[in-house]
């Protein structure tokens, strides 16, 4: 059984200023540039059996700087839809509701094209993405590129807690995380490791 290789995307505007960034596709920064190239030499070292992407462009970015090829990207790793929180910050969205908490109570809607969605629906498309890289999984390592969120809630999932549970996992741009197993229970093997 190989491990699970979770890679957030480098630097974004947005991300740097702490806005909720889901299907708005940004580039990286100059310094998410460096970020995903000094990933290489974490990833340089494992043969993946499949490498899985969010379809969104900072992600994709992302996997080629670190050095990932033959990728394939998948739908279900795309960022959290933050609905009408689209581009606001946790700070902002405190100021008309205070106490609001996206891991329990979700976003409301936005325009058609950020309709939104709530932990559950999060946590039914990380499970997917597991089911779909369970067989490459067994052969080897599995490289998951993508968001905080998504790759937050996908952990939650995969250590059997609820979607919820991707709150007690801080991810950080342009970092690794790497889950496997021990004595047949998925664990954390390594967590937020930055590059070189």
């Known amino acids: 059984m190989g491990e699970l290789v979770l890679v957030r995307h480098g630097q974004t505007e947005w991300s740097r200023e702490r806005r909720h960034t889901g299907r708005t596709d940004l580039p990286l920064t100059e310094e998410g540039e460096r ?5 290489r030499p974490l990833l340089a070292e494992r043969g993946f059996e499949l490498v899985l992407t969010s379809p969104l462009g900072r992600a994709v ?20 839809d933050y609905g009408a929180y689209e581009g606001v ?6 100021r008309d509701r205070p106490g609001w908490n996206l891991w329990t109570d979700g ?29 490459a999984l067994e052969r080897g ?28 996992f801080r991810l950080d741009t342009g970092s690794v995380s790497t889950l496997g197993t021990e004595h047949g229970r998925s664990v954390i093997t390594s967590w937020n490791r930055p590059g070189a």
């Open 89 to 94: 910050t946790t700070a902002e969205i405190h």
């Open 61 to 80: 970015r992302t996997a080629e700087l670190a050095g990932l090829t033959d990728t394939e990207a998948h739908p279900d790793l795309a960022e959290w």
């Open 141 to 168: 390592d599995v490289a998951l590129v993508a968001h905080g969120h998504i790759l937050r809630t996908l952990t939650a999932r995969r250590l059997g807690l609820p979607p919820s549970g991707g709150a007690l």
């Open 35 to 39: 970020q995903a190239r000094a990933l």
């Open 107 to 135: 976003v409301p809607p936005g325009p058609p094209d950020h309709p939104g969605e709530n932990p559950e629906q999060v946590g039914a498309r990380a499970d997917r993405v597991l089911v779909d890289a369970a067989s």
